[in-house]
T-cell receptor, first 113, second 113 residues
Framework: SQQGEEDPQALSIQEGENATMNCSYKTSINNLQWYRQNSGRGLVHLILIRSNEREKHSGRLRVTLDTSKKSSSLLITASRAADTASYFCATDAGDNAGNMLTFGGGTRLMVKP | KAGVTQTPRYLIKTRGQQVTLSCSPISGHRSVSWYQQTPGQGLQFLFEYFSETQRNKGNFPGRFSGRQFSNSRSEMNVSTLELGDSALYLC????????????FGPGTRLLVL
């Protein structure tokens, strides 16, 4: 079963605009990670945010985490056509879960040139 | 460093056959996890190995098995293939279980006819 729910399921924007994707989860976590996937290929790791962090930046990416609401958001600023991909959030399941990640359903982002 | 490698990249099998997929983690990484991705079920955790021991197993039938070797390379095996086993199988590696970034390989796309 999927712990995470992502919305929107699909997002279409113009190049240069910002894209925001949201993720909700159900149980306590140690970390939340965001991944990108292009056309059924492997997952590319974007950013990891720990449960004691509230915000993290990496280049044009900004991730927030609200553990009280069990939610996270990924903001991509000044989007490019190359950002077109599916984006997934993934959570662990707490201290005893090792590396077992639970993924959301993903957001399909299309950036039009 | 070379990334996670998976072989073969594509595979076509028929129902009832068995298949073995291979994963070589990033050098120095000792934890390997496997995931199945299908359009209907999304990304689902199969199992996790660390130091040649299975630490966690997802909700999959016993036809799915795996192992890890002393050099951290891992294999997964699916016996008595069913049409529903058609999927992208992804391997991820990390330094150790829990609280670590996981890096994914390109995946093996399995088609069962």
């Amino acid at each position: 079963s999927q712990q995470g729910e992502e919305d929107p399921q699909a997002l279409s924007i113009q190049e240069g605009e910002n894209a925001t994707m949201n993720c909700s989860y159900k149980t306590s976590i140690n970390n939340l990670q965001w991944y990108r996937q292009n056309s059924g290929r492997g997952l590319v790791h974007l950013i990891l945010i720990r449960s004691n962090e509230r915000e993290k930046h990496s280049g044009r990416l900004r991730v927030t985490l609200d553990t009280s609401k069990k939610s996270s958001s990924l903001l991509i600023t000044a989007s490019r056509a190359a950002d077109t991909a599916s984006y997934f959030c993934a959570t662990d399941a707490g201290d005893n879960a090792g590396n077992m990640l639970t993924f959301g359903g993903g957001t399909r982002l299309m950036v039009k040139p | 460093k070379a990334g996670v490698t998976q072989t073969p990249r594509y595979l076509i099998k028929t129902r009832g056959q068995q298949v073995t997929l291979s994963c070589s983690p990033i050098s120095g990484h000792r934890s390997v996890s496997w995931y199945q991705q299908t359009p209907g079920q999304g990304l689902q955790f199969l199992f996790e190995y660390f130091s040649e021991t299975q630490r966690n197993k997802g909700n999959f039938p016993g036809r799915f098995s795996g192992r890890q070797f002393s050099n951290s390379r891992s294999e997964m095996n699916v016996s008595t293939l069913e049409l529903g086993d058609s999927a992208l199988y992804l391997c991820a590696s990390s330094l150790a279980p829990g609280k670590e970034t996981q890096y994914f390989g390109p995946g093996t796309r399995l088609l069962v006819l």
